[in-house]
């Protein structure tokens, strides 16, 4: 059997050409030129198309992209949006940031909180949250133990460290705050300071988001207090919810933010409230459910499952307890 002979640059230049792994146009370059620099140039031009790193290949911030998204995908979340639009947009295009961008995003479960995480990452990273620059944790998976919370401080320091070192504009996503150790959370606080480096490394391009179902209580009264007064549910804003927000997972010792250094320095950028759904936004969500499962949509089916799931106060059956979040396996059961 003939050995096979072992191939040179100008081969696998050909076969990089052959298979259209190359998009940009090649100059006719002699065999002596392929075999040294520009071999090596190549080589680091087809490394950086096959595998995911940190520059405009892989990470381009796409305003346009977030902006739709977050219009025609999140529903009824019209104060968050425009929270996260212009927050994200902002910092992206901010060359200089003089801090990392760290948003705390909190309601009750199913409002789109994950959902929101997803979007930006989906308009940051080519990989959207399969990318290796974006890092989520989870307090339950990633915290389980209150025993082990000094060794989890020094390795979420690490971590983090570590990934910003290769990629400024790393995201770390925090879910669960609520369940998450008072005091873990402080221990990366001089991450989110106003530091031009700390130990050779900047961490003013990076991006924190902490999700938690804590201080929903009080933007449900807020919700009500709208709805019992007949104004519409889009004429909330921030300032309605902001300021009573962060005292509340302030004073709260199962928010994470437990009287954290983090809110009392002002580290936090933004609280942002997700509203409970009304039977309208499960409807919405029934329906683009069905079409991200190739089905076409069918409002009877949906309007037949969002009836039967539970919604406060309980005469006037206005929001929703469930949101979104168990539509996915309902909605099996109803088709």
């Known amino acids: 059997m003939k050995a096979r002979p072992p191939r040179t640059w100008t081969t696998v230049l050909h076969l990089i050409l052959i298979s259209g792994l190359v998009v940009e146009a090649i100059e006719p370059v002699s065999t002596s030129l392929l075999l040294g620099t520009g071999a090596a140039v190549l080589g680091k031009k087809l490394y950086r198309y096959l595998y995911e790193s940190c520059d405009e290949n892989w990470l381009n911030f796409n305003a346009t992209g977030l902006k739709y998204d977050l219009s025609t995908k999140l529903y009824g979340q019209h104060v968050a949006a425009q929270v996260i639009l212009k927050a994200v947009t902002g910092f992206m295009n901010n060359e200089n940031p003089k801090k990392p961008l ?32 974006v890092h989520l944790f989870t307090a339950t998976a990633h915290f389980p133990h209150e025993a082990h919370i000094n060794k989890y401080k020094t390795q979420l320091q690490e971590w983090i460290r570590g990934n910003v070192s290769i ?11 609520d369940k998450m150790h008072p005091g873990l959370i402080d221990s990366i606080k001089p991450y989110l300071d ?30 009500l207090n709208f709805w019992r007064d007949g104004r519409e549910r889009e004429e909330i804003q ?44 499960v409807i919405q969500c029934g329906l683009a459910e069905m079409v991200s499962k ?29 949101g979104c979040k168990v539509i996915p396996a309902r909605l099996d059961f109803y088709v």
């Open 167 to 177: 990629c400024p504009r790393s995201m770390f996503i925090f879910d669960e705050m």
């Open 294 to 322: 190739g089905r076409a949509p069918d409002k009877e089916v949906v309007e037949t499952m969002a009836r039967d799931l539970n919604y406060f106060p309980k005469e006037e059956r206005v929001f929703s307890m469930q």
């Open 102 to 133: 760290v948003l705390s995003l909190h309601g009750w479960t199913g409002t789109g909180k994950n959902f929101v995480s997803q979007l930006i990452a989906e308009n940051i990273y080519q990989k959207g949250m399969m990318s290796n620059f």
């Open 194 to 223: 106003f530091y031009d480096n700390l130990n050779g490394v900047s961490y003013r391009k990076a991006i924190f988001i902490f999700l938690s179902n804590a201080g929903g209580e009080k933007i449900v009264e807020v919700a």
């Open 238 to 281: 921030l300032k309605d919810l902001e300021t009573a927000l962060s005292l509340s997972v302030f004073n709260n010792k199962n928010s994470g933010f437990w009287h954290t250094s983090l809110i009392d320095m002002n580290l936090v950028d933004f609280f942002v409230p997700f509203l409970p759904l009304e039977y309208k936004h």
